[in-house]
């Protein structure tokens, strides 16, 4: 019997990664025999909910449970009550500190490698830049941009944004930041944020760098907003390959960073099969005996096809 909650059921990447999990499980359940029981919660993006879910769960006797922090700084109540109980717990996509996980034997954490979206999504940028030079609007030879942010202390937000900009420069491109704007992730208020963006830096933009393809596509609605003709957008580009694929195939977006929700869903569902079932953990690879880390890849309308629906498995 495995618990989840998930910080926010609207957010599409983390609800497209359950739905992945629960295809293995039911994959798992045919492979092996075994029933697997998945009780799903949405935390509404309320910690204290997220806490009497977790204890909620070990009343229903879970023998795994699954969590999406909404806030990865404050872990501490759920560690505790795992502990008590003694209810292995995995952490995933939102990262809580090094020092938390350490807390107890049986915690884990599964995702990616933040940095590394973030020096892709930098390389694709700069790669764009130096081979279109309609992409240089003004001729300058500066790549002009503005940054769509996630959440404000999420380890995806911070961490991307710093890496791609200093790969976009390591890469051999000058950038100049004309602005910012923390958008949670999400479309509609990328969009306003953009539409601001736009009213104050006018057509001097020339990259949008989204934290993740959700923004990416609010820019895109501001852009179509705007009656700029598609030629005068700036280049646009996202991470996650969710909603942003069928940008990238249809070049409103320059490209995307595939983040594997797959990889981590069915990693997770092994991790947690394995730790209900009591079996050892030695043909997972845990890094440091807890960390399971899937790789990011870099999306182009090249290579997009193999990544659109039905084709990533
Ligand atoms: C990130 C992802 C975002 C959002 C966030 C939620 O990894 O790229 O789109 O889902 O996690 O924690």
Redesign the pocket.
């Known amino acids: 019997k495995i618990g989840i909650s998930v910080?926010?059921q609207y957010?599409?990447?983390?609800s497209e990664m359950m739905k992945d999990f629960n295809d293995y499980a039911t994959k798992k359940e045919e492979e092996t025999g075994v029933a697997i029981n998945i009780d799903t919660y949405n935390a509404s993006a309320s910690q204290s909910t997220q806490n009497s879910q977790v204890e909620n769960m070990i009343t229903e006797g879970c023998d795994v449970i699954c969590v999406?922090l909404v806030d990865r700084t404050d872990p501490t109540a759920i560690i505790d009550l795992a502990e008590k109980n003694n209810i292995p717990v995995i952490f995933f996509?939102?990262e809580l500190v090094e020092e938390d996980l350490e807390r107890w034997t049986r915690l884990y954490y599964v995702?990616?490698q933040?940095f590394e979206?973030g020096i892709m999504q930098g390389e694709l940028a700069a790669e764009a830049f130096l081979t279109d030079q309609s992409l240089d609007k003004n001729g300058d030879g500066i790549f002009q941009y503005v940054v769509l942010e996630?959440?404000a202390g999420?380890q995806?937000a911070i961490v991307?944004t710093e890496y791609s900009v200093s790969t976009m420069i390591d890469s051999g491109v000058e950038g100049e930041k004309l602005g910012y704007a923390i958008a949670n992730?999400n479309r509609a208020q990328a969009q306003t944020k953009m539409a601001q963006l736009m009213s104050q830096f006018g057509d001097s933009i020339e990259l949008v760098i989204a934290?993740?393809?959700?923004m990416a596509l609010g820019a895109i609605d501001a852009l179509k907003a705007s009656g700029l003709t598609k030629d005068e957008w700036p280049a646009v580009i996202g991470?996650?390959g969710?909603v942003g694929l069928e940008a990238v195939k249809n070049k409103e977006m320059i490209g995307t960073v595939y983040?594997d929700k797959e990889g981590q869903a069915d990693a997770m569902l092994n991790l947690a099969y394995e730790l209900s079932t009591g079996s050892d953990l030695s043909d997972l690879n845990l890094i440091d005996g807890k960390y399971i880390r899937l790789p990011y890849a870099r999306v182009t309308c090249d290579d997009v096809d193999s990544y659109m629906e039905g084709d990533t498995e």
């Open positions: 910080y926010d957010d599409t990447f983390v999406n996509n939102r995702g990616a933040a979206s996630g959440e999420h995806d991307r992730w934290n993740n393809d959700d991470i996650d969710t983040n």
